[in-house]
């Protein structure tokens, strides 16, 4: 029973990361129907940036964290006003394409640079203990993190003219354009916002695991199984469905081996897709 506890805790902490992982890539579909797939790239990205940033630079991790939100915006929109903006329009396949040549650029230039070999961020804030369960510092504060990130998105979202004008342009962008929203912008913008949440998420996540340039593959598909499993373009469903895979993948190891948990997770994603497509929380309509 310690051991569940202790896999459950560790599960629903991760759980909260996946979540701002899948924000990112269901906010970018809800709001201009692009699936990304640098998506994987971007976490990777942000992996290496705190790495740099601390290893390098010196500077403190959580800091650092605010630097990789800016660069990941920045990124984001410029990705859009070269890339995506191009396509948008077009049918899928072309934005599909368009995303996955900007995948291979960052992981052939991030290959490259850094090779294919593991890094770490060598940082500990040690382990503490509430009950039977003892818990990683680090995990606890990027849980933290997380949900600060996500009430901060809420906010911009449903409090500031900008997030009206984000919402207005995901429900009607040809009528946002009519009463004076600058869709261009805010298209642009929202790309940022999705990027900057997977570069966030990649930087958290380079606090508990070594990484590889390669690494993002596995978060991005993570993140589209929990967009699946809480409804393709609702960034809050995105949340949830994070803590749900966080959850299982806790459970997964105290009854079978690790190996298992992307067969479990994969089976989940074919099963919702067949009897509940719109996801558990509905699609964007």
Same mark, same amino acid.
């Given at each position: 029973?310690?051991?569940?506890?202790?896999?459950?805790?560790?599960?629903?902490?991760?759980?909260?990361?996946?979540?701002?992982?899948?924000?990112?890539?269901?906010?970018?579909?809800?709001?201009?129907?692009?699936?990304?797939?640098?998506?994987?790239?971007?976490?990777?990205?942000?992996?290496?940036?705190?790495?740099?940033?601390?290893?390098?630079?010196?500077?403190?991790?959580?800091?650092?964290?605010?630097?990789?939100?800016?660069? =990941?915006?920045?990124?984001?929109?410029?990705?859009?006003?070269?890339?995506?903006?191009?396509?948008?329009?077009?049918?899928?396949?072309?934005?599909?394409?368009?995303?996955?040549?900007?995948?291979?650029?960052?992981?052939?230039?991030?290959?490259?640079?850094?090779?294919?070999?593991?890094?770490?961020?060598?940082?500990?804030?040690?382990?503490?203990?509430?009950?039977?369960?003892?818990?990683?510092?680090?995990?606890?504060?990027?849980?933290?993190?997380?949900?600060?990130?996500?009430?901060?998105?809420?906010?911009?979202?449903?409090?500031?003219?900008? =997030?009206?004008?984000?919402?207005?342009?995901?429900?009607?962008? !040809?009528?946002?354009?009519?009463?004076?929203?600058?869709?261009?912008?805010?298209?642009?913008?929202?790309?940022?916002?999705?990027?900057?949440?997977?570069?966030?998420?990649?930087?958290?996540?380079?606090?508990?695991?070594?990484? !590889?340039?390669?690494?993002?593959?596995?978060?991005?598909?993570?993140?589209?199984?929990?967009?699946?499993?809480?409804?393709?373009?609702?960034?809050?469903?995105?949340?949830?469905?994070?803590?749900?895979?966080?959850?299982?993948?806790?459970?997964?190891?105290?009854?079978?081996?690790?190996?298992?948990?992307?067969?479990?997770?994969?089976?989940?994603?074919?099963?919702?897709?067949?009897?509940?497509? !719109?996801?558990?929380?509905?699609?964007?309509?």
């Amino acid at each position: 029973m310690d051991f569940l506890l202790a896999s459950l805790s560790d599960g629903l902490l991760i759980g909260f990361i996946y979540g701002i992982a899948a924000m990112g890539l269901s906010l970018i579909f809800g709001v201009m129907d692009v699936i990304n797939l640098a998506h994987g790239p971007v976490i990777a990205l942000g992996m290496f940036s705190l790495y740099l940033l601390y290893s390098v630079l010196g500077l403190h991790p959580y800091f650092g964290l605010v630097i990789v939100a800016v660069v =990941g915006l920045l990124l984001g929109m410029i990705m859009y006003a070269i890339v995506v903006r191009r396509v948008i329009d077009a049918p899928h396949l072309s934005s599909l394409l368009a995303t996955f040549a900007v995948n291979m650029v960052i992981i052939g230039l991030g290959t490259a640079v850094f090779s294919t070999a593991p890094y770490n961020v060598d940082f500990s804030l040690g382990r503490f203990s509430v009950g039977p369960v003892t818990l990683i510092a680090t995990r606890v504060i990027g849980a933290l993190v997380a949900i600060l990130v996500t009430i901060g998105l809420y906010i911009f979202l449903y409090k500031s003219r900008p =997030g009206r004008y984000i919402r207005a342009v995901a429900n009607n962008k !040809t009528a946002a354009e009519l009463v004076g929203v600058p869709s261009n912008f805010i298209l642009a913008l929202s790309f940022g916002i999705g990027t900057m949440l997977a570069a966030l998420a990649g930087a958290l996540i380079a606090t508990f695991f070594p990484f !590889t340039i390669l690494a993002g593959g596995t978060y991005e598909l993570k993140s589209f199984v929990i967009v699946v499993l809480g409804g393709l373009g609702n960034p809050v469903g995105a949340l949830v469905g994070g803590l749900i895979l966080g959850l299982i993948e806790g459970i997964i190891p105290t009854f079978m081996e690790t190996t298992w948990v992307p067969v479990v997770e994969f089976v989940m994603f074919v099963m919702i897709l067949l009897v509940r497509p !719109t996801g558990l929380f509905g699609a964007k309509q």
